[in-house]
């Protein structure tokens, strides 16, 4: 099946520094895209990254993120954190057993990101 | 405006009670899912449907139930609620079912079994 660890619990940076929160899986199944998405305080999750490339780099909202297959990594980076981005944030993976079946999505167990003035 | 709705919101019921949550959206999105949440466990899958009387088991889907018969309305069902099954519960749908689309959320039901 699918495994999603990444940084888990509570994260706190100070605004302005980087943040990172890593991610990596283990995956015996067909893996299609890779997802890190946010959730504000008592809001719904929502995508804030997706890819499927490997090795490309995906941007969105000051945060980015790069797909290396060779490692099984998917880390979210940040140079320059805001105190807008305090919220949940995870990762996710999207795969299926084999051609021809349904997808899922598999999330990690979530980071919540406070950003401190 | 694409968007997912869930009814009720906040819900309390006795433990032994049935509970219906349902969940609409307006995209004609193939996929549904129903997920819970909770504190230190993040998003738990309970179920999938691909379509209409199409579902399929998540990691989590004992008792619970679904039911799906018309594309843009899926249900979840607990009969006879138990007290480990206060969670927020949260559906989402996705277009297609290729897995590359992105899913959306509805705003939760908070379920509280007493």
């Known amino acids: 099946g699918d495994s999603v660890t990444q940084t888990e619990g509570l994260v706190t940076v100070t605004e302005g520094l980087p943040v990172k929160l890593n991610c990596t899986y283990q995956t015996t199944y067909l893996t299609i895209a890779f997802f890190w998405y946010v959730q504000y305080l008592n809001e719904a999750p929502q995508v804030l990254l997706r890819?499927?490339?490997?090795?490309k780099r995906t941007e969105h909202q000051g945060f980015h993120a790069t797909l290396h297959k060779s490692s099984s990594s998917f880390h979210l980076q940040k140079s320059s954190a805001q105190l807008s981005d305090s919220a949940l944030y995870y990762c996710a993976l999207s795969g299926r057993m084999q051609q021809g079946t349904g997808s899922k999505l598999s999330f990690g167990k979530g980071a919540k990101l406070t950003v401190s003035p | 405006d694409m968007k997912v709705t869930q009814m009720p919101r906040y819900l309390i019921k006795r433990m032994g009670e049935n509970v219906l949550l349902e969940c609409g959206q307006d995209?004609?999105?193939?996929?549904m899912y129903w997920y819970r949440q909770d504190p230190g466990l993040g998003l738990q899958l309970i179920y999938i449907s691909y379509d209409v009387d199409s579902n399929s088991e998540g990691d989590i889907p004992k008792g619970y139930r679904v039911s799906r018969k018309k594309r843009e309305h899926f249900s979840l069902i607990l009969d006879s609620a138990k007290t480990n099954q206060t969670s927020v519960y949260f559906c989402?749908?996705?277009?297609?079912?290729?897995?590359?689309?992105?899913?959306?959320f509805g705003p939760g039901t908070r379920l509280t079994v007493l």
């Open positions: 989402a749908s996705s277009l297609g079912t290729g897995g590359y689309a992105e899913q959306f």
């Open positions: 995209m004609s999105h193939e996929t």
């Open positions: 890819s499927s490339t490997d090795n």
